[in-house]
Nanobody
Framework: QVQLVESGGGSVQAGGSLRLSCAASGFVLSFSAYCMVWFRQAPGKQREGVASIDSIGSTRYTDSVKGRFTISKDNAKNTLFLQMNSLQPEDTAMYFC?????????????????WGQGTQVTVSS
């Protein structure tokens, strides 16, 4: 069964940190080959891409998280991470990981065919 399972969400105060994990299993191809992406969706807002990492480890970030969030992956453990520092109330959202085999890995939804169920992040002021 192909699946992504997120963990690591929780409630923190502004300025705090969290590390999200996303465990992959059942992928047809090697985990390392996939474009891996973190998305988030706040209540009443559209889902937005946060960060992506491609097969060779190149990363991209949406402007609002640059310098605060770091995406990484451990190919040996089939796990994706999102280190989130200096969290702000506007980072409050459900965070999802997603995967796809695409030409040109970005944090758009295009081509991302495997999705996790999400983990909630709540940042209080």
């Amino acid at each position: 069964q192909v699946q992504l399972v997120e963990s690591g969400g929780g409630s923190v105060q502004a300025g705090g940190s969290l590390r999200l994990s996303c465990a992959a299993s059942g992928f047809v191809l090697s985990f390392s080959a996939y474009c891996m992406v973190w998305f988030r969706q706040a209540p009443g807002k559209q889902r937005e891409g946060v960060a992506s990492i491609d097969s060779i480890g190149s990363t991209r970030y949406t402007d609002s998280v640059k310098g605060r969030f770091t995406i990484s992956k451990d190919n040996a453990k089939n796990t994706l991470f999102l280190q989130m520092n200096s969290l702000q109330p506007e980072d409050t959202a459900m965070y999802f990981c997603a995967a796809g085999i695409v030409f040109g890995c970005t944090y758009s939804e295009s081509g991302k065919t495997i999705w996790g169920q999400g983990t909630q992040v709540t940042v209080s002021s």
